[in-house]
């Protein structure tokens, strides 16, 4: 007898019931998050046979990051902003692609418990050589009925109500946790529906893979040289297909550690803390592995800066435990 489906969205009401106190709000902006993952989905998917969504932007726009702006990316900003702004829940999203964060003026909005950090879409580099890419969504309670100020984006990882990320790939996931498991599910196409594939997703212990781009080794930290010579001499094997997500996903499914450490050019790293390292830390987390910055939990960091950068090692507890060892 064929396996019942859960839908993504029966998934939302079910587990609302975890939340006694939940007026909905919520599950109302996963679903939103859902709505803007399938439209991404949509144009990813095509972006090799649609020249016009291929692509630098026509203005050769650069992010705050300096980042040359392919048009997904723009594309993917405007679809989970504006699936945001007018349902109710959120009252601020900040973004890689925005150099602030931006207030939701709509009357509806303005009451919204909930701030949206994202990384609309990373990696997104690799879009025109086909490299899997990804959505990471991170989910703040408001600090306050007041106004909307940066300090709302600003809170450590360990205040996160939600994480998740979605992954552009072979098929097309999302993965998101509330605090109480990791579950993931794919979307079906024929149908358009987002399907439970992987409940309670948990990442092993240990692992036998290791993500780093290795062209930077020697400019890394003595404590990360080496870690990544104890790997090679344990014949690990050595996966990095630069797209953080992909990467982050195929650890948490094989066991694993991804690794951006610093360099001496740039010793806080690549990765950002807001939208990139805290989203990821949680999951990771609540799926048992571990995320630091080399030196302390990545949860307990306090962001100073909206798209402050810091170092990352995260995945299986026991690779990241090793690494902070060396
Ligand atoms: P490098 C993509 O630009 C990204 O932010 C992550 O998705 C990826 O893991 C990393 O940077 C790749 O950076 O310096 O190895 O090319």
């Known amino acids: 007898m064929a396996q019942p489906i859960t839908t993504l969205s029966e998934f939302i009401i079910e587990r609302e019931k975890d939340f006694p106190f939940a007026s909905g709000d919520l599950s ?16 990813v998917n095509k972006a090799g046979l649609v020249n016009e969504i ?7 726009s650069v992010n705050v990051q300096g980042e040359k702006q392919q048009k997904l990316d723009v594309y993917a900003n405007e679809r989970f902003i504006n699936a945001m702004r007018n349902q109710g829940a959120v009252c601020g999203v900040a973004s890689e692609e925005n150099d ?6 709509h009357p509806v909005s303005a009451g919204g418990k909930y701030v949206v950090a994202m990384d609309p879409l990373d990696g997104s580099s690799n879009i025109d050589v086909n490299v899997s890419i990804g959505t990471i969504f991170s989910i703040y309670r408001r600090l306050n009925d007041a106004e909307v100020t940066v300090e709302d984006f600003l809170q450590p990882g360990s205040a ?10 072979s098929s097309t996931m999302l993965v998101y946790t509330t605090g109480n498991g ?41 404590q990360a040289r080496n870690y ?11 996966r990095y297909i630069g797209s953080l997500v992909a990467d982050f996903h195929r650890n948490l499914l094989k066991g694993g550690i991804y690794m951006y450490p610093g360099t001496t050019a740039k010793p806080e790293g690549k990765l950002r803390l807001v939208y990139e390292a805290n989203p990821l830390a949680l999951l990771i987390e609540q799926a048992g592995g571990a995320a630091t910055d080399g030196k302390q939990r990545i949860l307990d960091i306090k962001p100073g800066k909206l798209h402050q950068r810091t170092p990352l090692f995260i995945g299986s507890k026991a690779m990241v435990e090793e690494a902070m060892r060396r």
Do not use: W
């Open 228 to 238: 990544i010579d104890a790997c090679k001499k344990k014949k690990m094997s050595a």
């Open 160 to 169: 996160q109500v939600a994480a998740g990320y979605v992954v552009y790939g």
């Open 100 to 105: 602030a964060h931006i207030v939701f003026d």
């Open 54 to 60: 291929l692509g630098e932007t026509e203005q050769h």
């Open 28 to 43: 109302q902006l996963l679903t939103s998050i859902r709505l803007a993952a399938k439209l991404v989905n949509r144009e």
């Open 182 to 222: 990791v579950n993931g599910f794919t979307l079906d196409p024929s149908i358009g529906v987002f399907c439970l594939s992987h409940p309670n997703m948990r990442i092993p212990e240990n692992g036998s893979i290791y993500s780093v781009n290795e062209g930077n080794y020697f400019d890394f930290p003595e």
